[in-house]
């Protein structure tokens, strides 16, 4: 249920910077899900490869700095595979990078901390 609940507010996320940022163009929502969910999928497999020696390398002390460069180019890749979502130049996947790594905490903190 967690999963769900992420990818439909990251969905949410890259919607509405969208609509705020002018070099960042998508379709619609569903081609936003869709991008949520392979930018998610990317960064689970091939962010996590890239992060790793990086990591080694900076002795971890600039973690947070590697994943939001690494997260920014798995939304650049995604950019490749999808034809309904562009981003145009690096600094707006940069900044889509760092609104879903705080969207990240912020969700990780209240699906941890909720109710039951």
């Known amino acids: 249920m967690h999963f769900i609940i ?3 507010v990251n969905a949410g996320i890259i919607l509405l910077l969208s609509h705020f940022l002018p070099t960042i163009i998508i379709r ?5 899900i ?7 999928l990317l960064n689970a497999t091939i962010g996590a490869v890239i992060r790793f020696p990086l990591n080694l390398l ?5 973690s947070f700095i590697i994943r939001l460069l690494v ?3 798995v939304v650049k890749i995604a950019d ?7 981003i145009k130049g690096f600094t707006p996947a940069l900044i889509l990078a760092f609104a879903l790594a705080i969207d990240g ?6 699906l941890q901390h909720q109710v039951r």
């Open 6 to 8: 992420e990818l439909l």
């Open 28 to 32: 619609n929502f569903g081609t936003a």
């Open 34 to 40: 869709l991008v949520a969910l392979v930018i998610g």
């Open 58 to 62: 900076t002795l971890g002390l600039l």
């Open 71 to 73: 997260t920014a180019v």
């Open 80 to 86: 490749a595979i999808f034809a309904g979502f562009e």
């Open 105 to 110: 905490s912020f969700l990780s903190f209240a």
